[in-house]
Each structure stands twice: as structure tokens, then as C-alpha cells.
Nanobody, 116 residues
Framework: QVQLVESGGGLAQPGGSLRLSCKAS????????VGWYRQAPGNQRQFVAS???????TYADSVKGRFTLSRDNAKNTIYLQMDNLKPDDTAVYYC??????????WGQGTQVTVSS
């Protein structure tokens, strides 16, 4: 089993910043990629960003240049720095761990609201 626990959501004004954290525990060797998805009301869950073992990151076009994904291997934690936030970024953000050959791991989600 893999457990993912998010923190850091909240309310920000347009143009503001927030940082999300996701701490992983359990059978981490089963994961080959970790990252973030988000889901706004009435929409499907969408990919935001991911990072693989060699440190390569991938971003959705909608967040490129504004969001930065990083990791602290010693703490088994990844971070999503979100800058220049827009109202369209409002969503529940989910930490995701891809587990080849197994069901993916998901966190419980953290709400991000961007509003003036």
C-alpha cells in the first residue's frame, strides 16, 4: 500500500501564490511517478504536473511557467509551488502516485480557491 497525504490548500487572490505538499509513505518502491491532478466542480479530473525518478518534470500547458513541481527525497515529499494563480485554477487538488501493474495511489484532496 501507498499512502499520500496532501496539505497546503486554501484561498488566494488572483495573481497570488500557494504551495501544496504531498507526503508519501508505505511501499514507495511501487511508484514510478508522482504528481498532481485537479478537479473543478462539474469537470473531470485533469493532469497538472508530475515528476519521475530521474527528476524530469512534466506540466499541463495551462500551468506551464506558473507552477513548479519539486521534491525532497529525504522527506518523501513533493511540493507544488503555484504562482500567478488564476480563478480557473480553483479546484480540488489530488496527489497521485503511478504504480505500474497496480491501481494508482491517490491522496484525499485539498481545496484551492482563487478569488478576489
Amino acid at each position: 500500500q501507498v499512502q499520500l497525504v496532501e496539505s497546503g490548500g486554501g484561498l488566494a487572490q488572483p495573481g497570488g501564490s500557494l504551495r501544496l505538499s504531498c507526503k508519501a509513505s508505505g511501499r514507495l518502491f511501487e511508484i514510478d511517478s508522482v504528481g498532481w491532478y485537479r478537479q473543478a466542480p462539474g469537470n473531470q479530473r485533469q493532469f497538472v504536473a508530475s515528476i519521475i525518478a530521474n527528476g524530469r518534470t512534466t506540466y499541463a500547458d495551462s500551468v506551464k511557467g506558473r507552477f513548479t513541481l519539486s521534491r525532497d527525497n529525504a522527506k518523501n515529499t513533493i511540493y507544488l509551488q503555484m504562482d500567478n494563480l488564476k480563478p480557473d485554477d480553483t479546484a480540488v487538488y489530488y496527489c497521485h502516485g503511478r504504480r505500474p501493474g497496480r491501481s494508482d495511489a491517490w491522496g484525499q484532496g485539498t481545496q484551492v480557491t482563487v478569488s478576489s
